[in-house]
């Protein structure tokens, strides 16, 4: 049984804050409404739905009813039954606790791992992939940093993609992730096997992490461009250390010095923050976490097999014969959804027992 105290408080919580928006703008308070619409909605679709049953089902015992309308009001309490189902299923999912990050933009980091060239050009092709993904969902995507392999690719790429929700969507991609190819300059046609290391980190605000300017050691250094040549004559580029946490980034790309410095305070916030939810996750479900929401980086994910055009999650199980369209960001999106549903099914478990 759904907790009906808590529904309706959810409800009273709802009508006092579009009371109180009304009488006056408050953008804290139009928050907390954003995210109590849904939960609200689904709320009073699953009463309509329990006093529609409820209707039926006093029809059915009333002497009064007639045969004809007792064979269409149990035909109709089927249906209403099985919507009823459908309903407290949604409204189940509603009231899970929310990731306050969920909203968030997102900083994504890929680097190459084990496999040299093929490795960096791995890291390349994942790279549009997601780029791709995010073009398809109307979010943008800007690379922070880049340090390119020596036959293409990327050896590291750290790009912000801003948008709504992207960290909901992006969050289950950290981990490694492994193909498996023939490389164009392999003359045997032999499968070679490499990795890619993904981090999905919610980009923070001021508000989430409080950084103390006198904890910062900041050096400032020419820009270096490939093979070691000077970019530029100023000291532009900017490598920024967290002393308490250790924590450091380093940012080139931009000629301004201002705007490094910017990019690279976002970073090193977004870090510092990813860092404290997952000792926080950690803290709370030591003994009892979903291996989907683990964001352990050290874990082999997925494998992208090439020859087979197989793509295989190693977590759910998932296996698609649709790489060439997951890897256009077409196709990821049955990825991402099915890793959803399982992160939310080990939820509701975890809830109900």
Do not use: C
Not at 67 to 96: K, N, P
Not at 149 to 154: L, R, V
Request: aromatic residues 4%.
């Amino acid at each position: 049984m759904l907790p009906q105290d808590k529904l309706d408080l959810i409800l009273r919580r709802h009508a006092e804050i579009s009371a109180r928006l009304a009488a006056g703008h408050d953008s804290a308070l139009s928050r907390e409404l954003a995210g109590l619409e849904d939960v609200a909605a689904a709320i009073r679709d699953y009463r309509t739905q329990v006093d529609e049953v409820g209707g039926l089902e006093a029809m059915l015992v009333d002497p009064a009813t007639d045969s004809e309308m007792r064979d269409l009001a149990e035909d109709e309490l089927r249906d209403a039954r099985d919507r009823l189902e459908g309903l407290e299923h949604q409204l189940r999912l509603a009231l899970l606790p929310k990731d306050a990050a969920d909203e968030k933009s997102a900083i994504l980091e890929i680097r190459a791992g084990t496999g040299g060239d093929e490795a960096a050009l791995f890291a390349g092709d994942l790279f549009r992939m997601y780029q791709r993904y995010a073009e398809q969902k109307g979010w943008t995507v800007e690379i922070i940093s880049a340090s390119e392999g020596t036959a293409g690719g990327f050896k590291e790429v750290i790009a912000e993609i801003t948008g709504r929700g992207v960290f909901a969507k992006l969050k289950f991609e950290s981990g490694v992730h492994r193909v498996q190819r023939v490389p164009d300059t392999e003359t045997q046609g032999r499968i070679h096997t490499s990795a890619a290391t993904v981090a999905v980190l919610p980009q923070a605000e001021d508000v989430d992490v409080d950084i103390n300017e006198r904890d910062l050691k900041i050096d400032l250094m020419r820009a270096q461009g490939a093979g070691g040549q000077h970019v530029n004559k100023t000291e532009s580029a900017i490598r920024i250390t967290h002393l308490p946490t250790g924590t450091i980034v380093f940012v080139q790309d931009e000629r301004s010095q201002h705007k490094n410095r910017a990019r690279a305070m976002a970073l090193l916030r977004s870090r510092i923050y990813d860092a404290e939810r997952q000792k926080l996750d950690a803290e709370r479900a030591a003994d009892r976490r979903s291996q989907v929401g683990s964001g352990d980086r050290s874990e082999r994910i997925r494998t992208y097999n090439f020859p087979q055009g197989r793509l295989t999650d190693h977590r759910i199980n998932l296996t698609l014969y649709k790489l060439d369209k997951v890897m256009i960001g077409e196709a990821l999106d049955e990825v991402v959804d099915a890793l959803t549903t399982d992160y939310q099914a080990a939820q509701l478990a975890a809830n109900d027992g």
